[in-house]
């Protein structure tokens, strides 16, 4: 049997222009295969949210539904697997199953549901979707299909070290007689996860001696990055066909000469997590109406990297850098900032606030603020001039703000409110400190187009004399690890300390990591490129008092 992946980037709601481009993907195929696969929900897109919960909504995904089905009247010989939301017909939460669909010749051949619904990390599906209530493999042309839908592959003991659902869907499709597995999915990307995914796929094809077929999600989707890595096996859990990440791909292969002689390679942290963020921010402005982006350029390392990115992903015609020094700014700031625009070909505004600054200093005495001494208020007061100053140009041209903070500020909170926390999209609010580091040399792999200056010298806010992030944070190698720890492995205070860790650091750290988390509630959505990301994947309470 020729089998299609289909990896595409639907957009979420658009249920017209995802319809078409299915439509469009099969025909252009022109029944050279018996069967094309989409990914999970593709109609609706993933993740749809809240709009599961809207009627409207659900009568257009059945008419997109119906579309296809009809439609397929046209492809001859060729079926289509697609995932959409389906109405259970009765009234159990919202009435939902997160389902696969297989339309052939002008009918609805088969509807099989999702029967692991995950409840962790960015996944809130039992919020909208019922678990299915069987499933059943498929006799199709000379196959029988055992279809899934992505969690319904994850429950696997190599992987988990126990098993997290009671019921296997995949043994019990190979118990049904499943000749060729398939697994549609919305799998969101994390650095590491290629490697996760490829070797949970290989598993299934090598334990259950079935052909598998994987077909994933490209594309960005509000905080979601999905990476696309499609792949097939043969029945010894040999890759036969592996997509690219990052981009769409239609793939063909045969299920009955699935020959093995691909080779996996995980990809680099690095080089990943750049594709990831230029992607992720090509289709967050694509896919929200934006044209073009304005961002604050301070001289400084985090700024610089969110500029390059931009100019990759949208061109540098559509990226405004604005240079807002004031009196603490050094010249080699603004020198370094202007240096960087004319690398990246990026206009660029050199904007002071000393004027809006002054004014500021006269209005406050009149609410008791003293001037005479550079305060946390005052240091405030200039980072929020510059928010001000981002905002009307926001405004002016159209521009949607990209805000410049990373990972470990932001668990700090050595940030600003309404200040350098303004914007639209915190394009690396999910990368470390010394990873901003690491992705600034890649993108300087071939020639300087981030000055090494900006790299080298010292990071700082510079809103008071002399100032440098280490005055306030310890350095950031030492915090980034304990981070990670934190957030990402869950570890607490003495676990931490365990590992070497000076205590009272690890300490004052942890306390402030949750003394800011009602700074990180009101931030701009950012991307998940960890495995553990502020937002949606890290739900912490902020009226509240605990110990680690």
Same mark, same amino acid.
């Given at each position: ?6 990896q ?5 709601g658009?249920?017209d222009?995802?319809c ?7 025909r252009?195929l022109?029944?050279?295969?018996d ?7 593709y109609?609706?897109?993933y ?6 919960a809207e009627p409207?909504?659900l009568d257009?995904?059945?008419?997109g ?7 397929s009247?046209?492809f001859?010989?060729t ?14 939460g ?19 549901h ?6 962790y990390?960015?996944?809130d599906?039992?919020r909208?979707?019922?678990e299915?209530r069987?499933?059943?493999?498929l006799p199709f042309?000379h196959?029988?299909l ?25 043994a ?6 499943a ?6 999915s ?15 796929i290989h598993?299934h094809a090598r ?5 598998f077929?994987?077909v994933?999600?490209?594309g ?10 499609s792949?097939?096996f ?19 292969i ?9 080779t ?5 942290r690095?080089?990943a997590?750049?594709?990831?963020l230029?992607?992720g921010?090509r289709d967050y402005?694509?896919?929200c109406g ?21 100019a +990759? ?6 990226? $405004?850098?604005i240079?807002? #020094? &004031?009196?603490f700014?050094?010249e080699?700031s !603004?020198?370094?900032?202007q ?7 990026v206009g ?11 004014a ?7 609410l008791?603020?003293d001037?005479s001494t550079?305060s946390?208020?005052?240091e405030?007061?200039?980072?929020r001039i ?5 905002m ?11 805000s410049?903070g990373?990972?470990?500020?932001l668990?700090?909170?050595?940030c600003?409110?309404?200040?350098d926390m303004?914007?639209g999209?915190?394009?690396i ?7 901003v580091y690491a992705l ?5 792999? +071939? ?6 200056r $900006?790299?080298?010298?010292? #990071? &700082? ?6 100032? !440098?992030?280490?005055?306030?944070l310890?350095?950031y ?13 869950h570890?607490s205070l ?9 205590p009272?650091?690890v300490?004052w750290?942890l306390?402030?990591v ?12 950012g ?8 937002g949606?994947?890290r739900r912490?309470?902020?009226?509240a008092?605990?110990?680690?």
């Amino acid at each position: 049997m020729k089998i299609a992946l289909a990896q595409l980037n639907p957009v979420v709601g658009d249920i017209d222009g995802n319809c078409l481009r299915l439509i469009e993907t099969v025909r252009h195929l022109n029944g050279a295969v018996d069967l094309v696969v989409f990914s999970e929900l593709y109609l609706a897109g993933y993740p749809p949210r809240d709009l599961l919960a809207e009627p409207w909504f659900l009568d257009k995904v059945r008419e997109g539904i119906q579309r296809i089905v009809d439609e397929s009247k046209n492809f001859g010989d060729t079926g289509v697997l697609f995932g959409a939301p389906v109405r259970t017909g009765d009234s159990t939460g919202l009435g939902l199953f997160n389902s696969a669909l297989l339309a052939y010749q002008g009918n609805l051949l088969f509807t099989q549901h999702k029967s692991l619904l995950p409840t962790y990390d960015v996944f809130d599906e039992a919020r909208y979707f019922d678990e299915a209530r069987s499933i059943a493999a498929l006799p199709f042309k000379h196959e029988i299909l055992g279809i899934s839908i992505c969690e319904d592959a994850w429950n696997d003991p190599e992987l988990w070290q126990k098993r997290i659902y009671p019921f296997d869907p995949v043994a019990e499709l190979v118990k049904q007689g499943a000749t060729v597995l398939i697994n549609i999915s919305a799998s969101p990307f994390y650095l590491g996860k290629d490697a996760i995914r490829y070797r949970l796929i290989h598993n299934h094809a090598r334990k259950h001696q079935r052909p598998f077929i994987f077909v994933n999600q490209v594309g960005g989707n509000d905080e979601l990055v999905f990476d696309g890595r499609s792949m097939a096996f043969d029945r010894d859990g040999n890759p036969t066909a592996l997509l690219p990440a990052f981009v769409e791909d239609v793939r063909i292969i045969d299920s009955d000469h699935l020959n093995g002689g691909q080779t996996f390679k995980e990809q680099d942290r690095i080089e990943a997590l750049y594709y990831a963020l230029v992607l992720g921010i090509r289709d967050y402005l694509r896919k929200c109406g934006f044209k073009k982006a304005a961002i604050g350029l301070s001289g400084g390392i985090d700024s610089a990297l969110v500029c390059a990115l931009a100019a +990759e992903a949208i061109g540098p015609e559509n990226v $405004i850098g604005i240079a807002m #020094p &004031s009196r603490f700014s050094a010249e080699e700031s !603004t020198t370094l900032a202007q240096k960087l625009a004319a690398n990246l070909n990026v206009g660029i505004h050199v904007v002071p606030i000393e004027t809006a600054y002054t004014a500021y200093l006269t209005t406050l005495a009149s609410l008791g603020v003293d001037a005479s001494t550079v305060s946390v208020t005052l240091e405030n007061i200039q980072a929020r001039i510059r928010g001000n100053f981002l905002m009307a140009l926001s405004n002016e041209v159209g521009a949607i703000v990209l805000s410049t903070g990373n990972k470990s500020e932001l668990a700090m909170g050595y940030c600003t409110l309404y200040g350098d926390m303004v914007g639209g999209l915190a394009v690396i609010s999910d990368v470390p400190k010394t990873m901003v580091y690491a992705l600034s040399r890649y993108i300087n792999r +071939e020639r300087e187009i981030i000055p090494d200056r $900006i790299i080298t010298r010292p #990071p &700082s806010a510079e809103l008071r004399p002399n100032q !440098t992030d280490q005055d306030t944070l310890p350095p950031y190698d030492i915090l980034d690890r304990i981070l990670v720890e934190h957030i990402e492995n869950h570890r607490s205070l003495a676990e931490i300390t365990a590992l070497g860790f000076d205590p009272t650091v690890v300490a004052w750290v942890l306390k402030t990591v949750s003394r800011n988390e009602y700074k990180r509630r009101q931030a701009a959505p950012g991307f998940k490129v960890t495995s553990r990301a502020f937002g949606l994947g890290r739900r912490m309470p902020i009226a509240a008092k605990y110990q680690f």
